[in-house]
Nanobody, 125 residues
Framework: GQLVESGGGLVQPGGSLRLSCSAS????????IGWFRQAPGKEREGVSC????????YYQDYVKGRFTISRDNAKNTVYLQMNSLKPEDTAVYYC???????????????????WGPGTQVTVSS
């Protein structure tokens, strides 16, 4: 099943956005959900992840303290709350669902071959 990202947009530096990752064809319960991003001319990189088994969360250093990942199983949605946004956060943001290895391996996501359309986040004054 495919994941759908939403919530992106244009925001000024210091602003906030909340991204959503949802699925209509399957339940996200017990899946690890990761957020990734790709800026123009750069490789896709990890942002944050939440494990499916125990909800343990992971953040890359460049978003730690600013972004918060959470899940609402009743809505079958995982959120990424992004605060204190910086121009360098500008990218297309994607989510992925897999086993918990998606979270604790820094390279596992590079082997995924199915990505949704993503949602554009632009931080600019």
């Amino acid at each position: 099943g495919q994941l759908v990202e939403s919530g992106g947009g244009l925001v000024q530096p210091g602003g906030s956005l909340r991204l959503s990752c949802s699925a209509s064809a399957f339940s996200l319960d017990y899946y690890a959900i990761g957020w990734f991003r790709q800026a123009p001319g750069k490789e896709r990189e990890g942002v944050s992840c939440i494990e499916g088994t125990d909800g343990k969360t992971y953040y890359q250093d460049y978003v730690k303290g600013r972004f918060t990942i959470s899940r609402d199983n009743a809505k079958n949605t995982v959120y990424l709350q992004m605060n204190s946004l910086k121009p360098e956060d500008t990218a297309v943001y994607y989510c992925a669902a897999d086993l918990d290895i998606l979270c604790y391996s820094e390279t596992y996501y590079q082997g995924l071959d199915s990505w949704g359309p993503g949602t554009q986040v632009t931080v600019s004054s």
